[in-house]
Nanobody, 123 residues
């Protein structure tokens, strides 16, 4: 099993930026794809972005394409989500998730979750 710990959430004004981090413990990090999801109050958890084990392939939800960037550093066992041009509708708890293989699949199938980090965007 892998343990995932997110950090970097907070309060930001609309148009601002945040970078989320997710540190992974317990498995060989490069052996599995990683993703970010989010869940706003009263809504279902939704997929945001995913990256393959080697970092070479990525894909995004249409709602964040061009504003958010997922990346990973396999030397630090960490995946990142750079969020730019934030909007109030980006307000949610953001979760990182691990996949079961290094290859990127569509849809992404999560097998492990972090505890979540709150992102609040004020208008």
């Amino acid at each position: 099993q892998v343990q995932l710990v997110e950090s970097g959430g907070g309060l930001v004004q609309a148009g601002g930026s945040l970078r989320l981090s997710c540190a992974a413990l317990g498995r060989t990090f490069r052996n599995y794809a990683m993703a970010w999801f989010r869940q706003a109050p009263g809504k279902e958890r939704e997929f945001i972005a995913a990256v393959s084990g080697d970092g070479g392939r990525k894909y995004y939800a249409d709602s964040v394409k061009g504003r958010f960037t997922i990346s990973r550093d396999n030397t630090k066992n960490t995946v990142y989500l750079q969020m730019n041009s934030l909007k109030p509708e980006d307000t949610a708890v953001y979760y990182c998730a691990s996949g079961n293989i290094a290859l990127l699949t569509t849809p992404f199938v999560p097998v492990g979750w972090g505890q979540g980090t709150q992102v609040t965007v004020s208008s």
